[in-house]
């Protein structure tokens, strides 16, 4: 094999690895995503959880001698499911900040994971007034 050929093939591999290696961070991009997704998820759960718990607990007692503490511990336990929520989006957020930032799609059109961020959003959005209407019935 000549030194002409020789350089040719080391050209080509050179490209090829450097598409692979193109391929492997879009790929841990898009891993790194569904990760802060299921975590945003499991925070979900858990504000549901916790503010499923706080209305159940100041409906049930509320018709109890000590009703002003069941709507106390009731409405703590809704504005820490709200907060969960809270915390969830900012999560899921500052992941998909980073990953945006550092993105191989420096073009900001081309971002895979903008449907993703308005998807959580609005689903954030709509459990959060949903709960505080919640709190508020709880206490009026």
């Not at 995503?33 to 718990?53: C, D, K, L, V």
């Not at 709200?82 to 993105?103: E, I, Q, R, T």
């Not at 998807?119 to 009026?140: K, P, Q």
């Amino acid at each position: 094999m000549s030194e002409t050929e020789k350089k040719k093939l080391s050209d080509l591999l050179a490209e090829e690895r450097t598409e692979l290696a193109k391929l492997r961070n879009e790929l841990a991009e898009s891993r790194t995503m569904q990760a802060a997704e299921r975590t945003y998820a499991a925070w979900i759960r858990t504000g549901f959880t916790i503010a499923g718990a706080g209305w159940t607990l100041g409906e049930l007692l509320n018709s109890s001698e000590n009703s002003t503490i069941a709507l106390l511990i009731g409405g703590a336990l809704i504005i820490l499911g709200l907060m969960c929520f809270v915390y969830a989006w900012l999560g899921f957020k500052s992941v998909y900040d980073y990953l945006k930032k550092n993105s191989a799609a420096k073009n900001t059109e081309d971002y895979p994971f903008t449907m993703n961020l308005v998807t959580v959003t609005i689903l954030s959005v709509v459990l959060f007034i949903i709960f505080v209407v919640a709190f508020a019935l709880l206490i009026f």
